[in-house]
């Protein structure tokens, strides 16, 4: 039997991802009364994601993640010319499933109320109408959090644009060789975006991103990069475990406040509009957004949640603002005769120096203090 909903809360968060976990658990712990959405069966699933994340991302979260399936220090990049780039990288390797989860039962831990199965259908300033199964339910709010990915119903009910975005296909497939280091590889006929190989012990994430127009090439485009993998003997033979896609956000929004409602996560646009990465800044977000949420609600003044945009900005939206500048040039010129693919590559790619170089000119782009930082190459071959 499905519990009946409380007729209104302080805080609505609609999608249990990591930002949605996250808004729900920082605004919990100061005490007012959460309700946590998501309108799948089960949290976590299915997996739309690469599952690499920044080990900075643990500095947000007091989780001590069985999630964590291995470490990478390093990630190599690769040109079609056979060149390689290794750069340091700290990240983890997630069994995402498992870290939702995890995320989301902190929030209920920290005193948030969770209702899976529940679709937001209807959102305004008083509140949501939300689908149960054949029940439609009214819930009054006070703040609302849409954090329901790149295709947001919050965003399209508030009558926002949808975002650019970046198409991307994914097998799990069996690793025969174990590895500590992640692999990116670019190539011409990966349109505005790149292949990449990320190990999880004795598997591995082999995908593809390209924009999104190009979509429809993504299936070929995947066996060829699989066999291009058992060529160079990085797989000993192909075996798919499992297979996943979706879409990726490539351009952060220039509003995330609409009144008592706000946007977090992939909904904001808060992925990296060049390497699609998402979860440190859906986090990020997130604790940003459960925090103000909770301030404005115990002191009655509303006009706090703009600061939420302002802090999102200072943090991580300066980078995504320059990673959009160079999403731009990147798509301008891929392919483009008479330019180097490597040298377009360098200049658009954030693990190269050159990628910061625009920079000198453009002093208001600097990043965030949450954003990762970088090694520039050490070695090349």
């Given at each position: 039997?499905?519990?009946?909903?409380?007729?209104?809360?302080?805080?609505?968060?609609?999608?249990?991802?990591?930002?949605?976990?996250?808004?729900?658990?920082?605004?919990?712990?100061?005490?007012?009364?959460?309700?946590?959405?998501?309108?799948?069966?089960?949290?976590?699933?299915?997996?739309?994601?690469?599952?690499?994340?920044?080990?900075?991302?643990?500095?947000?979260?007091?989780?001590?993640?069985?999630?964590?399936?291995?470490?990478?220090?390093?990630?190599?990049?690769?040109?079609?010319?056979?060149?390689?780039?290794?750069?340091?990288?700290?990240?983890?390797?997630?069994?995402r499933c498992l870290f939702d989860k995890e995320l989301a039962t902190s929030a209920v831990l920290s005193g948030a109320e969770l209702s899976t199965a529940t679709k937001a259908i209807q959102v305004s300033t008083e509140g949501i109408l939300v689908q149960r199964g054949r029940r439609e339910e009214w819930i009054g709010a006070k703040v609302i959090v849409g954090a329901d990915g790149v295709h947001s119903t919050v965003a399209r009910l508030t009558n926002q644009p949808p975002l650019k975005e970046m198409s991307a296909l994914q097998?799990?497939?069996?690793?025969?060789?174990?590895?500590?280091?992640?692999?990116?590889?670019?190539?011409?006929?990966?349109?505005?975006?790149?292949?990449?190989?990320?190990?999880?012990?004795?598997?591995?994430?082999?995908?593809?991103?390209?924009?999104?127009?190009?979509?429809?090439?993504?299936?070929?485009?995947?066996?060829?990069?699989?066999?291009?993998?058992?060529?160079?003997?990085?797989?000993?033979?192909?075996?798919?475990?499992?297979?996943?896609?979706?879409?990726?956000?490539?351009?952060?929004?220039?509003?995330?406040?609409?009144?008592?409602?706000?946007?977090?996560?992939?909904?904001?646009?808060?992925?990296?509009?060049?390497?699609?990465?998402?979860?440190?800044?859906?986090?990020?977000?997130?604790?940003?957004?459960?925090?103000?949420?909770?301030?404005?609600?115990?002191?009655?003044?509303?006009?706090?949640?703009?600061?939420?945009?302002?802090?999102?900005?200072?943090?991580?939206?300066?980078?995504?603002?320059?990673?959009?500048?160079?999403?731009?040039?990147?798509?301008?010129?891929?392919?483009?005769?008479?330019?180097?693919?490597?040298?377009?590559?360098?200049?658009?790619?954030?693990?190269?120096?050159?990628?910061?170089?625009?920079?000198?000119?453009?002093?208001?782009?600097?990043?965030?203090?949450?954003?990762?930082?970088?090694?520039?190459?050490?070695?090349?071959?």
């Amino acid at each position: 039997m499905v519990e009946p909903l409380k007729s209104s809360y302080d805080l609505i968060v609609i999608g249990a991802g990591p930002a949605g976990s996250i808004t729900a658990r920082a605004a919990a712990k100061k005490g007012v009364r959460v309700l946590l959405i998501d309108q799948r069966q089960r949290i976590g699933t299915p997996v739309q994601c690469a599952e690499l994340v920044s080990q900075l991302a643990f500095h947000h979260t007091s989780l001590n993640s069985r999630a964590i399936i291995q470490t990478t220090e390093a990630m190599v990049i690769h040109f079609p010319d056979r060149t390689t780039y290794k750069i340091k990288s700290p990240g983890y390797m997630l069994e995402r499933c498992l870290f939702d989860k995890e995320l989301a039962t902190s929030a209920v831990l920290s005193g948030a109320e969770l209702s899976t199965a529940t679709k937001a259908i209807q959102v305004s300033t008083e509140g949501i109408l939300v689908q149960r199964g054949r029940r439609e339910e009214w819930i009054g709010a006070k703040v609302i959090v849409g954090a329901d990915g790149v295709h947001s119903t919050v965003a399209r009910l508030t009558n926002q644009p949808p975002l650019k975005e970046m198409s991307a296909l994914q097998y799990e497939v069996v690793l025969f060789k174990p590895q500590s280091h992640t692999d990116i590889y670019f190539h011409p006929d990966y349109e505005g975006g790149y292949a990449w190989l990320f190990p999880k012990g004795d598997r591995a994430n082999a995908g593809i991103g390209i924009i999104a127009s190009k979509s429809s090439l993504l299936p070929e485009l995947l066996n060829r990069f699989l066999n291009h993998l058992k060529d160079s003997q990085r797989l000993t033979r192909i075996e798919i475990l499992s297979k996943t896609g979706g879409s990726i956000p490539c351009e952060p929004r220039g509003c995330i406040v609409f009144g008592n409602i706000l946007l977090a996560g992939d909904a904001g646009g808060h992925a990296h509009p060049i390497t699609g990465a998402g979860i440190l800044n859906a986090m990020l977000s997130g604790e940003i957004a459960g925090r103000i949420a909770a301030e404005a609600i115990v002191s009655k003044d509303f006009g706090i949640l703009k600061n939420y945009e302002k802090e999102c900005y200072e943090t991580f939206g300066k980078s995504l603002r320059y990673g959009f500048l160079k999403r731009n040039l990147l798509e301008e010129n891929w392919n483009k005769s008479g330019f180097s693919f490597k040298e377009l590559i360098q200049k658009t790619w954030v693990g190269f120096k050159e990628y910061y170089q625009d920079r000198r000119n453009n002093p208001h782009l600097f990043m965030g203090d949450g954003e990762r930082k970088i090694h520039e190459p050490k070695n090349k071959s």
